[in-house]
């Protein structure tokens, strides 16, 4: 399977997404955020059809314009304080409206339902290189970034006293997701790059541990999931997006499971200890 080019480029991307994106992912949750990933997500399929139509590669295309989506949020915040769950609606249509615009024109030579599932066998050596180049972008920025957006992520009241530029540090922020987005297109699709932000954030959480083992465990909950799924898809024939998201779906629901029989068999043990 993986004497295949195609099937090693969509590796090497699973591997930097399934550590990337958790480390976006967790931030998103903890600061009740999963929403704007998700709106985001959806903006993407606007940058893929830009980049088709006017022949660029859709990923670096898509990363423009969710980075764009992106910083028009953070923007309209201060226009739509008491109502920001309208900044999502604007952006959503922004983006949705301009994709199918563009997909409906009859001008695109390429299919963009491949886009919206995710295909590893579209993962070319130029988008590998792209992705390559923006997680390590990423990654500095992250490292960068870590202990003011927790600051941030827990009192942001408090981390803006403190002098944290706490607008700025946002923006940047939406460039990170806009990154980690973009990255996931051609793997699991637009469709449920949201769910894969956040999913294995929220299989972690089951577990009740510290933020660094939260965050550890979202890691390796993701791996899997995108590992496996691109594995499983391969042999199936099926596009990996979806099945992806079902095998995120049902980690979370294992997880759960878990972590209820363990604190049912405590209780009964605390019950029996004489």
Request: hydrophobic share 60%.
């Amino acid at each position: 399977m993986f004497q295949y080019q195609f099937m090693q480029n969509a590796l090497v991307a699973s591997l930097i997404i399934g550590i990337l994106s958790p480390g976006i992912g967790i931030f998103l949750v903890l600061r009740r955020q999963a929403m704007i990933g998700d709106t985001l997500s959806h903006a993407s399929l606007a940058g893929v059809t830009l980049g088709l139509l006017t022949g660029h590669n859709p990923v670096l295309t898509a990363f423009l314009f969710t980075a764009v989506s992106g910083a028009l949020i953070e923007y309209l915040r201060l226009t739509f304080r008491r109502y920001s769950e309208l900044i999502l609606a604007v952006v959503l249509a922004l983006g949705v409206g301009t994709a199918i615009t563009v997909i409906s024109s009859g001008q695109l030579s390429v299919n963009a339902e491949q886009f919206l599932f995710g295909s590893i066998l579209t993962v070319s050596r130029l988008d590998l290189y792209i992705i390559i180049g923006l997680a390590v972008i990423s990654f500095l920025m992250l490292g960068f970034l870590y202990n003011q957006l927790i600051y941030i992520t827990y009192d942001a009241d408090a981390a803006k006293i403190a002098g944290v530029r706490v607008r700025l540090i946002n923006y940047a922020f939406s460039v990170l997701v806009a990154s980690v987005i973009s990255m996931m297109i051609r793997i699991v699709g637009v469709m449920v790059i949201g769910s894969m932000l956040t999913l294995p954030v929220a299989a972690a959480m089951q577990l009740g541990k510290g933020f660094r083992k939260t965050l550890f465990w979202s890691v390796i909950f993701s791996l899997i999931e995108l590992i496996l799924g691109l594995i499983l898809s391969f042999y199936l024939n099926i596009a990996p997006g979806g099945f992806t998201a079902l095998l995120a779906v049902a980690v979370l629901l294992i997880v759960m499971a878990v972590m209820r029989v363990q604190t049912a068999l405590a209780r009964y043990r605390a019950r029996s200890t004489p």
